[in-house]
């Protein structure tokens, strides 16, 4: 599976955006797809995760940060899972990242396959 994430820009707080991430390969339908992001100066952390085909389907899970705010979802036919991203604030600027895992987690070590990341810029 290779991945390629898109959809980042510069957007107002308040505002939105949808996040995008593309797979190749025939196996997408069975990892566990994470978004992570990475703030400058900040280590990468999680922002959400949905199952695939292989564990409870459709399970997910997001950071505090982010719930209420963001959502996660996946097209199996397009083979591209999406980040809707609602209610922007300035605290989420940063590098976003989409990845896929045999496995379900929230830890970025459990990733083994990473998109080449999008910025998201928020500004107040």
């Known amino acids: 599976v290779q991945l390629q994430a898109s959809g980042g820009g510069l957007v107002q707080a308040g505002g939105s955006l949808r996040l995008s991430c593309a797979a190749s390969g025939r196996a997408f339908v069975s990892y566990a797809m994470g978004w992570f992001r990475q703030a400058p100066g900040k280590e990468r952390e999680f922002v959400a995760v949905?199952?695939?085909?292989?564990?409870?389907?459709?399970?997910?899970d997001y950071a505090d940060s982010v719930k209420g705010r963001f959502t996660i979802s996946r097209d199996n036919a397009k083979n591209t899972v999406y980040l809707q991203m609602n209610s922007l604030k300035p605290e989420d600027t940063a590098v976003y990242y989409c990845a896929a895992a045999p496995g379900y987690s929230t830890n970025p070590v459990a990733y083994k396959i990473w998109g080449q990341g999008t910025l998201v810029t928020v500004s107040s």
């Open positions: 949905l199952a695939g085909a292989s564990w409870f389907e459709g399970g997910r």
